[in-house]
């Protein structure tokens, strides 16, 4: 069976959006969310454990039965004795469970600053790439409008060219080089604005394959280390 990967399937249609990297995106700051849930599930289970454990020990500690003599005080003091060993051992796994709630809180920040490494590298090539954008669509504007005035004027240029009027011949002829000049240096820069853009269209393609695989394995790492905090909980219960 195909393995599904991230960087197949989230992309847009629209040359400017950006969302399927923000659904992502989104997963990811979901994850996030789910691990302050068992950080927080892990901390209150550990002070509820670690409140009854001490209670248990208190309890222990502060029974009687000096008084006793014999075999029945020989049971009263085990029984005492087990009570506080019950005790300590909530103790022990309200410590483990902070231990687990420690190394939980570890992973979420180490994935929190990978994941600002590639936020940061996509926000400023997609914002590079939608200004190239605009900047590209409005040369193109520019261009054609600026072709459309010297189409126009050589028009006019050659419809006064059987004119006796030399000098009117003249300056629309002057007008015509003029727009074509215009024109040309208009295709110029829109040809120097789609070559920009396209170099920032594989710039951020790039960016975003990294991004996906980068992300896949963060969402992976945090699915396989929450089950298995998941599962040590558990253990340790049961």
Known sequence: MTRLEFKDAFWSKDFTANMGYETILQRLLDGRKMCKDVEDLLKQRALAEEKYGK??????RKAGGQTEINTLKASFNILKQQIENVGNSHIQLAQSLKDELKRIEEFRERQKELRKKYESAMDRLQKNKVSLYKKTI??????EQKCRDSDEAELISKSMSSSSNTKQAEKSQSKAKQCKEAANEAETIYRQNVEMLEKARIEWELEHINSCEAFQQQEGDRIAVL?????VHTVSIS
């Open 227 to 231: 089950r298995n905090s998941l599962w």
């Open 55 to 60: 209670e248990l020990v208190q309890i222990a």
């Open 138 to 143: 409005e040369s193109k504007k520019i261009y």
